[in-house]
Every structure is written in C-alpha cells, then in structure tokens.
C-alpha cells in the first residue's frame, strides 16, 4: 500500500510523506534494508537542510541495526597512462642503453578507465565489545584505448588490460583498555583472486592484525600488520609472500577540517627474483570542511620507494636470452590528487565526485620510468 501511496503521489511532499511512510512500515516488519531503500527515495524529495540532516541520522540508525552493509562505488576516468607503461621507447639500464628498444605495448598508453568496487558485509554476531563479520569484495576494472594508443601498439585490445579482483574475508573486531579510551582491535583473515588480462594472475591468503587507539588529543591512530601468500601464480614473479606493516594518524582540527597521514611498509619474497622487493609509501591528505563553492576539497599528496636487489633487466641475446642483463632496480614515486565532492547536486543521497590525480615514477631502470595524468568522475554516498 505504501509502495502504490508513493508511486501515484505528486512529486514534492506528497512522496516524500510516502516514502516516509514505507521506510517506517518495512522499519517495523524488521526489514532494513527496504527501510533503507526508502529513505534513499526520501532523499529525493527532500527540501530543506534540516530535513537531510534528520534523514542522514535516521540512515546512520539503519545501518547500525541492519546485519547487512553495502557500497558500490563507480569511476570513469580519462587517463594518459592506462597500463602504467614506460614514458620513453629507449631501455636504458642504469643510463646506459641496452641496445634494444621498449616495445608500444609497454610504453604508456592513453585511453579511458571505467571501474566498479563493490563490497557487502553480514554482521554474525555482535555485542557490546565484539563484533564479527563476514564480507565479501568485488572489483572490475576496464580499459577503452584512445586512437592513438591502437596505432602505437595495433595489436593489443582493450581486453589485455582489465583487471578484476574478487575476495572473502572474516573479521573479528574487539574492544581494548579501558572504555572511555575508545581503544579496539581486529583481526581479519581474507581469500582472494586477481585476474589480469582476463587470465589469473594469482590467488592469496591474507591475516591481518589491527590495533586502533583514540589519543588524548582527539585524534586516532591505528597500526596494523599482515602476512599475504600469492600462490597458484601465473608468474613467479606473482608467487610471493608478503609482509606488511601499516600505520595511519588522523584529526579532526579545531576549523573542522580533517588531516590524515599513513605509512605502509612492504617487504616481499618470490619465487622469482623480479617480485623480491622492499618498499614503503607515505600519503598526507587533507580534507576542509567548508565548501569551496560547490564542492568539499580534499587534497592529497605521496611518496613511495621501491628497492629491488636483483632482477633481470634484459637480454643480450634476444630473442633466446641465454645470456640475461641482471640489475638492482630502485623505484621512487610522487603523485599528487585534489578531490572534488559535489554533496549539494545528489540523487536519492548520491553525489558526484570528481578527482585529479598526476604522478611520476622514476627508475634506474627505464622500462619502470611512468607518468600519468587523469582526471576520474566518480560517484560516493552522502551518508
């Protein structure tokens, strides 16, 4: 009944009072996640800013309740570099040429990039100091190459560079110290797969470990360590176990504006000499809490470092490469990003955004050396 209210009602308050009307009866059957549905319906027919800020609050009492969690987010971003490939044909080694040359394949390659990330939990059980749930993750990635791009390298197709990612995980997330310290904890054990070019790349098991404190300050920190083994690889360089350390500071500043800093540190050992490496990346944001015209900013910054021992950088015999060039390999990275969220032009709660993303990667060794600029539309939830 409420369903037909809503659908023959006239646009405006008639169906937002119908579409409050059927969160509240599928509320009380027990159904949140229609609930739900219906009050992203309401978000459309919403008029004033005391009105959206009771239906974010009203939302954010669903989700707490609901068993079930759900996000999709969507990009589409234009981009001069789709397949992280080299920015110059010369292979250069150390500076030094090696005599051959880096096919169009794998030098960078312009082109557009759809992405979709999609990730739903299920709460098993819950009380006041323990929450344990299962999730589930899938991410698809694809390619649509510029004109350019097909005649700098005619015989790839778009397919050779999607990308999906598909993963299960378990997390058990506790309380720790004292209560009004708001101290917590996880652990997370995680299966996945990777596929690249519509084959797979490998498969992984992961177990991560969280601790979360809030400071005095009325900031938080949270450090977390990992263990992942790739196997069932198609490369050996993929067949490796990895181990991690992160770390990540947040605040929240006096203005309401927010900055956030994280360290990752990477330590990697394949079978195969390519995929043993050390890395750490570092990433300052910060985000303002006023609008800047239309839009919340948010704006980024990076760095990264790889090291590799000792890979193999080449042949001096090719095509037979009995005789192989072996390198270290040193990596670094800056890449910067500002974020644009247009909150005021949303539909049913969802609001565009809008980020430009450039960066550089530089090597010793000239086939790792890329650059990339894009500018991505993406979609996010507003509550």
């Not at 949140?32 to 009492?61: F, K, S, V």
């Not at 001069?80 to 169009?104: K, R």
């Not at 506790?174 to 904890?185: K, L, M």
Request: hydrophobic share 40%.
């Amino acid at each position: 009944a409420a369903a037909r209210a809503y659908r023959f009602a006239e646009p405006g308050p008639d169906r937002l009072q119908a579409a409050q009307l059927a969160a509240q009866l599928a509320y009380a059957e027990d159904r949140p996640t229609l609930a739900q549905i219906w009050l992203r319906r309401t978000a459309i027919h919403t008029r004033t800013e005391g009105e959206e800020q009771q239906l974010a609050r009203d939302y954010q009492a669903l989700r707490r309740r609901n068993p079930w969690a759900f996000s999709l987010r969507g990009e589409l971003r234009p981009s001069s570099n789709v397949n992280n490939g080299a920015d110059s044909a010369a292979n250069l080694i150390n500076g030094v040429p090696d005599g051959g040359f880096i096919p169009g394949s794998a030098q960078a390659l312009s082109g557009m990039i759809g992405a979709v990330d999609l990730f739903s939990s299920y709460r098993l059980r819950h009380d006041a100091t323990s929450l344990t749930t299962v999730a589930g993750r899938l991410y698809l990635q694809r390619v649509s190459l510029s004109d350019s791009a097909q005649v700098q390298a005619p015989t790839v197709r778009d397919a050779d560079f999607s990308s999906d990612y598909a993963e299960l995980s378990l997390r058990h997330a506790f309380a720790v110290g004292p209560a009004e310290r708001q101290g917590s904890a996880q652990l997370e054990l995680a299966l996945g797969e990777s596929r690249y070019g519509g084959a797979r790349s490998f498969r992984l098991l992961r177990l991560e470990a969280t601790r979360n404190w809030r400071l005095p300050d009325d900031s938080a920190l949270s450090l977390s360590v990992m263990a992942e083994d790739r196997f069932e690889a198609r490369s050996r360089s993929n067949d490796t176990l990895i181990l991690g350390l992160d770390a990540a500071w947040r605040k929240t500043l006096g203005n309401g504006d927010s900055l956030s800093l994280s360290l990752a540190l990477r330590d990697s050992d394949a079978a195969f000499m390519n995929g043993t490496y050390r890395s750490a990346t570092a990433r300052a944001s910060y985000s303002f809490a006023q609008p800047l015209g239309p839009a919340k900013v948010t704006a980024g910054l990076g760095l990264g470092q790889s090291d590799y021992p000792l890979i193999r950088a080449g042949c001096r015999d090719f095509p037979f490469c009995l005789n192989p060039i072996l390198s270290p390999r040193r990596n670094s990275a800056v890449y910067g990003d500002v974020t644009l969220f247009f909150e005021d032009y949303d539909y049913a709660g969802f609001a565009p955004t809008l980020r430009l993303r450039a960066g550089r990667s530089s090597s010793n060794l000239s086939a790792y050396s890329s650059r990339e600029f894009s500018l991505s539309l993406g979609v996010q939830s507003k509550f």
